[in-house]
């Protein structure tokens, strides 16, 4: 006999309601960095747009600098833990496939109504769980969401390899996702290409862990030049879909924070995609290093908070990195 099942209702529309974020408090100059590599200052900030970067203490997890944002995330959406009802965290270094670091935020946060999994989607993770964030809050299966991004790079990089030791740094951001009367999360564009996995990977390759002098394990490697031939060509297409599914036109946003990977990567894209003078576009690269995950919600807690980008403005997010994989869409801010 089949017997009816109910379904979930969700709301009618999601948004950002609000946003937290943690920066290490260590400050990584250029200078220390070329300490171990052979680079310039000047080499990193005309090439990256880098002038500093923060790291995190070495006894400093991923998973307590996602706490630490979602914990001001929280506090400032005035939602208390216990609502919550799933915990989503993007990253790729937390230090073990199991279990994950979202069941450990969740706990720790004192969400205990909540599921938690995590994102494996590199620095396309928090516009990835954005996405999803979104269907959960529409579909019904949770009626807030914590959404954190977060990395702890400096875990993961050879520190002394010149082709990621001056990009890569430390962090987390996390919003709180719920309830809308009106859209203000746009429709995602997303993509993954698996033909480039070994653009940026996490070989079990070879590369002995200087500083350890001992046991080989997973080290991030990239071919700079292959991403940002890709970025460069793809993500301003990307861009440009997002806001046309979004129905919002460039002159229209307030603000794009793209990944913060490289600012010759944001550049390019602000050329092609004709952004106007008013739209405010995120440059936290420059003190903050690419954080992977982090970097989009560490970007845009910091343009609002400085008042580059204004609460309820409209915002234009894209995400890309290992996969190769990409995800962009159209917000309000929160
Ligand atoms: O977050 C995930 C996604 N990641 C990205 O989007 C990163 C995308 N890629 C990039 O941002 C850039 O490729 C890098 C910033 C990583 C590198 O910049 P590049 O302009 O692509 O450098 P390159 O690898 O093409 O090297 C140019 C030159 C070479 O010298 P020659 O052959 O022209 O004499 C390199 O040997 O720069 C040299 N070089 C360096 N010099 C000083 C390479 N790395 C360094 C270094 N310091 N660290």
């Excluded at 987390?172 to 033909?195: R, T």
Aim: glycine residues 8%; charged residues 20%.
């Amino acid at each position: 006999m089949s017997a009816t099942i109910q379904s979930p209702a969700g709301a009618a529309f999601a948004r950002i309601l609000s946003i937290g974020s943690y920066r290490p408090e260590r400050v990584v100059t250029n200078a220390e960095v070329c300490e171990r590599i052979d680079s310039t200052d000047e080499w990193i900030r005309e090439r990256s747009g880098i002038v500093e970067r923060r790291y995190a203490a070495p006894d400093e997890s991923v998973v307590d600098m996602a706490v630490s944002a979602a914990e001001k995330a929280l506090a400032s959406a005035g939602i208390s833990a216990d609502q919550v009802g799933f915990v989503l965290v993007a990253t790729v270094t937390h230090p073990y496939p199991t279990p994950s670091a979202s069941a450990e935020v969740a706990y720790r946060l004192g969400a205990t109504n909540a599921g938690a999994t995590d994102i494996s989607s590199a620095c396309a993770g928090f516009c990835y769980g954005l996405a999803m964030a979104q269907d959960m809050v529409r579909g019904g299966s949770a009626m807030y969401v914590v959404l954190v991004g977060v990395e702890k790079l400096t875990d993961w990089i050879d520190l002394h390899d010149r082709s990621t030791g001056f990009i890569f740094a430390d962090g987390a951001g996390a919003v709180v996702v719920g309830p809308s009367d009106e859209a203000a999360i746009g429709p995602v564009v997303w993509g993954s290409d698996g033909s480039q996995l070994d653009a940026i990977s996490m070989t079990q390759s070879l590369i002995d862990y200087r500083d350890n002098g001992g046991p080989r394990f997973p080290t991030l490697v990239m071919k700079g030049q292959q991403v940002f031939r890709w970025a460069v060509s793809k993500m301003a297409v990307a861009s440009q879909e997002a806001l046309d599914r979004a129905g919002v036109t460039a002159d229209q946003l307030d603000a794009f924070i793209p990944h913060q990977a490289n600012m010759r990567i944001t550049d390019a894209m602000i050329r092609a995609l004709h952004l106007p003078e008013h739209v405010a576009v995120a440059r936290d690269i420059e003190t903050t290093g690419n954080t992977s995950a982090a970097s989009v919600p560490i970007a845009m807690d910091r343009m609002l908070s400085t008042g580059e980008a204004p609460h309820g403005g409209t915002a234009l997010l894209i995400g890309f990195g290992a996969g190769l994989a990409y995800a962009a869409q159209v917000v309000t801010l929160p």
